[in-house]
């Protein structure tokens, strides 16, 4: 009733087909049709929310098919205690409940507890009685290939943080070369990137820098799935692979993880435990490869960063000084519990993300390597660390701008360039 109202006032109110007294008097009564509280919250309460498809990742849809697609295969699964299903379930057992045989899992960096920190080797463990775990981050990174004739299909479910150096694309391209060498069959059971609204940033992967954190020609942020990923490194290296994706169903890369109704973000490794964490992640990680503590061993990693020869206001001021869109920056003091400075007062700046989607992650990381640089020239550890440095930002090209006083618009500028000719492989709008 109100509607029709409201279109009959749009309607009449360009003419005056209804007599002026009749029309004042039609305005007197639709008071009585309107709802009574004019407050936002209450107009969106008269009207029921868009139906939104739901979020199934990979592992999900093979859920709903009661893992049709793996009826008499033999199968191995590289997942951790992240990789569960949309009701919190764990993979491999979602997969026992479903009758398939399972023959045993293997872990990433971190182990499958998803509890080891970052660098440090992962054991194996023993789930379900008698499930073997095998670690891909202790005596060899890559499937043993006597493992893999025990099965007919490797499957790869891990949640991925949209960056080049986390290391779980570097654990898929392994596994994917290892299935390609014994001619196994791979899936990837496709997760959301939880930062994809980002934009691409940061340069391409010099030859020369390859390593476990830079295993791809890729953006340092790639906006792109883990899926997608594969079926560019399978056109690029495995033609011959046996690849099968389980894309996600209600997915868009115009969403951050944590908007999507009913998905629940679980902790991929143990300092990025939210979507806000990973959105920061790329602006503060190439700070491993400084004398500064990216707040491991706070309850901030990653968001927070310092030490203890740093003026935390005079750092706080010079950035927020730069005006870089959608954040800003605070002085704050902590002592890390663990990694750099363990156990000593640290002094720095938090971040404080205004604006997600006006938020550059790699102008802000460059941003805060050029301010550390200026005012501590001989403290940050730039060019101390300059082999993991560049292994971390995958060229050397960003180090030697900001030791030579490049500015951040010429920095910025040269990276674009440098992404220019990069074709991803997507299969999202």
């Given at each position: 009733?109100?509607?029709?109202?409201?279109?009959?006032?749009?309607?009449?109110?360009?003419?005056?087909?209804?007599?002026?007294?009749a029309f004042l008097f039609f305005l007197l009564l639709l008071p009585l049709f309107l709802p009574c509280s004019l407050h936002a919250a209450d107009r969106s309460a008269s009207f029921p929310a868009l139906a939104v498809e739901p979020l199934l990742s990979g592992i999900d849809r093979l859920d709903v098919s009661r893992c049709s697609e793996l009826s008499g295969l033999r199968v191995g699964l590289i997942t951790n205690e992240a990789a569960a299903t949309g009701?919190?379930?764990p993979g491999y057992a979602m997969m026992l409940r479903h009758g398939v045989r399972l023959q045993y899992l293997m872990a990433p960096e971190h182990g499958f507890a998803v509890n080891v920190e970052a660098g440090r080797s992962a054991e194996g463990t023993?789930?379900?009685?008698?499930?073997?775990?095998?670690?891909?981050?202790?005596?060899?990174?890559?499937?043993?290939?006597?493992?893999l004739q025990q099965i007919d299909l490797l499957i790869f479910d891990l949640q991925d943080v949209g960056v080049r150096c986390y290391t779980y694309l570097s654990t898929?391209?392994?596994?994917?070369?290892?299935?390609?060498?014994?001619?196994?069959?791979?899936?990837?059971?496709?997760?959301?990137?939880?930062?994809?609204?980002?934009?691409?940033?940061?340069?391409?992967?010099?030859?020369?820098?390859?390593?476990?954190?830079?295993a791809e020609d890729i953006p340092f942020i790639h906006a792109m799935t883990l899926g997608e990923?594969?079926?560019?490194?399978?056109?690029?290296?495995?033609?011959?692979?046996?690849?099968?994706?389980?894309?996600?169903?209600?997915?868009?890369?115009?969403?951050?993880?944590?908007?999507?109704?009913?998905?629940?973000?679980?902790?991929?490794?143990?300092?990025?435990?939210?979507?806000?964490?990973?959105?920061?992640?790329?602006a503060t990680v190439l700070l491993e490869a400084t004398r500064i503590s990216e707040g491991r061993g706070t309850d901030a990693p990653f968001v927070q960063f310092g030490a203890p020869f740093i003026d935390p206001e005079l750092l706080a001021a010079s950035l927020n000084q730069e005006n870089l869109p959608g954040v800003r920056f605070f002085p704050v003091s902590?002592?890390?519990?663990?990694?750099?400075?363990?156990?000593?007062?640290?002094?720095?700046?938090?971040?404080s993300i205004t604006s997600r989607r006006e938020f550059n992650a790699f102008m802000t990381g460059v941003a805060i390597l050029q301010t550390l640089?200026?005012?501590?020239?001989?403290?940050?550890?730039?060019?101390?660390?300059?082999?993991?440095?560049?292994?971390?930002?995958?060229?050397?090209?960003?180090?030697e701008m900001i030791m030579s006083g490049g500015s951040l618009e010429l920095i910025m500028e040269e990276s674009r360039q440098n992404r220019e000719g990069f074709l991803p492989s997507l299969l999202y709008r």
């Open positions: 009733m109100t509607e029709c109202l409201c279109r009959l006032i749009a309607k009449n109110s360009g003419r005056s087909s209804l007599p002026a007294p009701t919190g379930e023993i789930l379900a009685g008698n499930l073997q775990v095998h670690s891909l981050y202790g005596s060899t990174r890559i499937p043993d290939a006597a493992l898929m391209k392994n596994a994917m070369q290892a299935c390609s060498e014994t001619r196994t069959a791979f899936m990837v059971l496709d997760r959301p990137n939880p930062i994809a609204p980002l934009a691409r940033g940061g340069f391409m992967l010099e030859p020369r820098q390859v390593s476990f954190v830079g990923l594969a079926q560019l490194i399978k056109a690029r290296h495995f033609p011959d692979l046996n690849l099968h994706v389980i894309s996600m169903q209600g997915w868009s890369r115009n969403r951050f993880g944590d908007e999507f109704p009913g998905f629940t973000f679980r902790s991929p490794s143990p300092n990025i435990s939210s979507v806000e964490t990973a959105i920061v992640y790329p902590f002592i890390p519990t663990t990694s750099k400075f363990k156990g000593k007062r640290c002094h720095g700046v938090r971040l640089q200026r005012h501590y020239p001989s403290e940050t550890g730039i060019e101390q660390h300059k082999g993991f440095f560049d292994r971390l930002a995958g060229t050397s090209r960003l180090r």
